[in-house]
């Protein structure tokens, strides 16, 4: 949780920033009140609405981008844009602060990040009162797999898949309406996701999240709720049209946003 008591509660305006040295840190030593449920996949695998569905309190990840004018955001090869698709461009260690203080208190001081703007514009306090479980979905979320299960907070870790077309376009049209960047950077990602996209689910899978479409998912989810422990690694069904996602052919610095 944030160290200043000013931060306890909802702030408007524009707040400094948030980074992980911006956080107490919280004994491991306590037993965790609630599990997470880490929601992992490609930008535009449908993430947001399949937790929105699922009917628990969400964290978004993706709050947790670092500010446009961090002198540590990594480039794109050959490129003088950001690559908002590398793990560099993400504070794990606030993510994981956050998750760890949801599992231990129920309530946590969370950044309003605006993808429009790469910066923080507020913050606002997540309480999840007495539910068992959450969901903490973004295109990171299985970096931080290894470390929720040492932590003993991890009640399952997934990797939405599907065809990298539906993928492109669904994330496309979000972008657009939303106006998160300009129409040539949101063209140019877009491609190059695309291409990426069975890499970046290999990666995810080979980090410790099961690749799943939605409907699985959501089961998956519902045996958490109900109490089950995480199922032991097991290869999927293939998505029809899609022939197995490679692993380990990507940057492991990169997934996507």
């Known amino acids: 949780m944030r160290c200043d008591s000013r931060y306890q509660h909802r702030r408007r305006g524009s707040p400094a920033r948030v980074y992980a040295s911006d956080w107490c840190p919280v004994s491991v030593h306590r037993t965790a009140s609630a599990r997470v449920v880490l929601l992992a996949g490609p930008s535009g695998s449908g993430k947001s609405s399949l937790a929105a569905r699922a009917g628990l309190p969400v964290l978004r990840l993706d709050d947790f981008y670092k500010e446009g004018d961090d002198p540590t955001l990594p480039l794109v090869a050959g490129s003088s844009d950001i690559d908002w698709d590398s793990v560099l461009s993400w504070d794990a260690d606030a993510a994981v602060a956050a998750i760890l203080q949801l599992c231990r208190t129920g309530r946590t001081t969370v950044p309003v990040y605006s993808i429009a703007t790469s910066s923080v514009v507020d913050t606002e306090t997540l309480d999840i009162g007495r539910t068992q479980l959450f969901v903490a979905e973004g295109i990171f979320a299985a970096d931080v797999v290894a470390r929720c299960e040492e932590l003993g907070v991890l009640a399952d870790a997934l990797c939405l898949r599907g065809r990298p077309s539906t993928t492109f376009r669904r994330r ?86």
Do not use: H
Request: with cysteine; net charge positive.
């Open 172 to 257: 496309l049209l979000r972008d657009l309406r939303e106006g998160r960047k300009s129409v040539a950077f949101l063209l140019r990602r877009g491609w190059r996701l695309m291409r990426a996209e069975r890499g970046i689910v290999g990666r995810q899978t080979a980090l410790g999240a099961y690749p799943c479409a939605k409907a699985e998912a959501l089961g998956r989810i519902a045996n958490a709720a109900a109490g089950s422990t995480r199922p032991r690694k097991a290869e999927p069904a293939e998505t029809p049209g899609e022939t197995p996602a490679p692993r380990g052919t990507t940057d492991p610095a990169n997934s996507g946003r």
